[in-house]
């Protein structure tokens, strides 16, 4: 029976709806009838692409009025459309909604039928779905997008004062003490407030103290038991002259300073966007390298210890033995993390020859997976986060699978980071977590 579906299919239909089927088969997408809830396997769909990528079949990424739930083919093209489910932050009920409002004429248009997070937006933007309906390139979209959303302040009082502070902006000018004065204000409101017999009173440090003396002001500090104190009113009385002085800087300079402000806000937005380029966005939003893969940029010149994986040995190959065990001979490689198995200590990268499963002892993928916080942030995340590239030593074990190794005499680390591929091809990598 299962010979005569294929038969029909083969012969009924053209190719490319035959590839597009297998595609969403072997990508572990679901039929928009079955349940709609079970989580998207980045790196089952990336090898997926892969495999239909290397029998010649193009895949494109998502497009805002072609693409449907799944792969879908397009018989004009001759091309297979990356459907909505696989995009990262697109959930089901948000695929749904772009399908029914289907077709739109504008990027506008988008924006009016549908009500998406910034997230989502995002990541249609990251993944070229406007490319049709929309002139801009992505990054002038993105761009636009980010700047649209920022709440712009039109006026300035010193309610805005920790940003300022924070931000410099009162640093070599004439209220730099005035603002010092408010940051001293501002810490001792927090927790230095302290009741001796009856009355209120600011408890200072010996810095607090010397700044104090320091200042072109007179006040009459206390000091008890070796501690240092002054009364919260003539604190108070003599920050208030500090205050209406940078209440009128703030006055003469508001347009300068607001047009600065408003820049700060959007960089700092922007800086968790519009890392990275064309590649990198794809792989955050699609999980696989449509247009721009980034590991073609590397100058592998000054790297030639980074080997193609399909030109490794498919078995080990065994320099030595020792106590019974084959001393492998060692290879480096490098690729973008696409998914992770914490149980198996397994990750899954693309690399140049397409997607490689990597294998690890416990330790040594606990180490490099851990999450490292301090103060409650979070200061260094897993080394193989999804579109992470990291390079890797080790030795090919078979068809598609590397395992991490390293031996005491050699310098290498099993595992490194790349932080940054610079424009002329060079790598910025580390080995060490932080903290």
Known sequence: MIALQVLNLVTNYEEIAWNASCLTVESGAIDQDSDKNNSTNYGKIAVAISNMESMGVNISPPDINRSGYVFTPDFDTKEILFGFKGM??????????????????????????????????????????????????RKELLYDYINSRIKKKTSLSLRNMNFLFNHKFFNNTEVAESALMWKLRSILRSGFKINLDGEEYYKLESKMVEFLNNLNQSFNIQQKDKSFYIEQNEFEDKYDKHADILRKFISDNEKEIIKRYNKILFEEDASHYLDGGIGKWEMDSISYYATDNELEYINYDNYPFINRFDDLEIKPVSMLWKNKYPVYHLSTIIGTCLSRNKTKHMAKILTRSGVVTVKFRGGVFAYYDKQVKKNNSIIDSSFFSRGNKVVITGYRSNDDTFRAKTYSRTKMKPVYLVEKVTDSGELEMRSEKHG
């Open 88 to 137: 990262a932050y697109i959930g089901d009920d948000v695929v749904e909604a772009i399908v029914e409002q289907q077709p739109y004429i504008s990027y506008e248009d988008v924006m009016e039928k549908l009500n998406l997070s910034k997230r989502k937006v995002i990541s249609l933007i990251k993944s070229g779905a406007f490319r049709n309906v929309e002139d801009k390139s």
